[in-house]
């Protein structure tokens, strides 16, 4: 979700309570005032009825978790679905021959050995691929001929999902996160018996590990897929049909969560990359617009059933483009977050004031988004503050769902839920009050983005905001699990 990659840490209690006995004294006097001046726009019923397919207090595990294992990968993604988290979150992009991608980076390099396996130049296989997909040898290499023309090394738009399979998308987390690696991150080898190789994924991956299933694989671990068509440049996103097989989790214990998935930068994909989303939800199933889950409840039986409700599918994005393109072909029928990141590109918060965060949420509700996304401040990741109170007040002003990003350390979740405060923000406390078990809360979200699924599940069932009827999660789970012991009863 993030526009930069996030290495979480360890904030202590020790740490907490210095910041909660001698916090920053900020003064919102000036900004506090203007805020209540400023004009924002309300959202209508009718996008009203959508925003509230959503939890309240959802938690979105970001790819899956980027402290546990390696980011949006099987791994990851089960590790979060057994946690317990509302929303499996993910980034999509679009390999060269159309298979919509559940990915982070487009460069690849960070979080796959693309380096070592295919170099800076297009992988030695694509020749034979084009042959056995109804090449003739001639037109074989002059296609290939082609591709190196326009070929932008490590960029996953340049490959074939297969040639991107042949990847190893975990060993790099057991190098670059030290304390949390794995052997089991890494692929089966005779070093490593119990290696579980860990995939690029495609969004029906995502989908298949919030279904409860897990990759089919043959004897060596290797996963089971094939490719089928005939090879067209002319339409090269079309012709070839990847069936990827899986099959039931032995160690699914029933948690359905949903997706939330983001459209990057809208030169990174085809033009109607939001139509052929909007097509891959509708055949997987996963498209509420066609195929609507009508009174379906969020939790069930001490279990998360998000992604068998009308919230399944939460769409995202920080760009005006995409999301102006989202909103013509979704038309506001799925729940969609504009996120906010402050800097200078195109469509950046670039101007931080009470006027300028009221544009960006009247300009989100015109392009038919039910949530802001804003970045929080403070350790581990250290963002700009784009929810401060008088930023969380014009979010409540407009009734979209506020859902800022990175929850990663108990002081961040005490900071925004209110447990400590930011100074003197009473005026605000008409729309941000809570009363929960008798206890009042100036909370400053609706949801939570989160690396550390385990840290923020449990604070919201130990504060009252979770499997409580007054939040309509009564039937939440309960009991978050031990983190490292779901990945050893996971197989990692």
Known sequence: MSKCFIKVGCVSVVTLLALSSCQEEQDFTNVNVDATRVSVN????????????????????HRGSTFWGPEETEAAWRWAREMGADYLESDLQCTKDGVILANHDENLCRTTNIENVYGEYVPQTRKAFYMAHGATAEQAEEWYKADVASFRPYYAMSYMYEELLALDAGSWFNESSLEQA???FAPKSPDNPMGQHQYVSALSDQIAFAEGKILKRNADGERIYSVTGTWDPENARDCLTYTLEYEADPEDTGNRPGIYIEFKESWLNPGDFEQRVYDELDRLGWNVITQPCDGVPNYKDGKVNVGNANGKVVLQTFSLESLRRTADVFKGQLPMCFLLWEGKAATDLKVNTPQGYADFINMALANKAHI?????????NNYGELDAPWQAYLIARSRMLNHPYSFDSYAQMAKYMGQYNFGNTTQFDDLLSVTVDGKQWTVYLNGLFTNRSELTLRYLIENGFRCNPQF???SAPSFVPDPVETLERLGY
């Open 42 to 61: 309300t959202i209508s019923p009718e996008m009203a009825k959508v925003r509230d397919y959503v939890p309240q207090y959802a938690v979105m595990a």
């Open 182 to 184: 794995r052997n089991n």
């Open 372 to 380: 802001i996304g804003p970045s929080i401040a403070g350790a581990p």
């Open 472 to 474: 309509d999660n009564a």
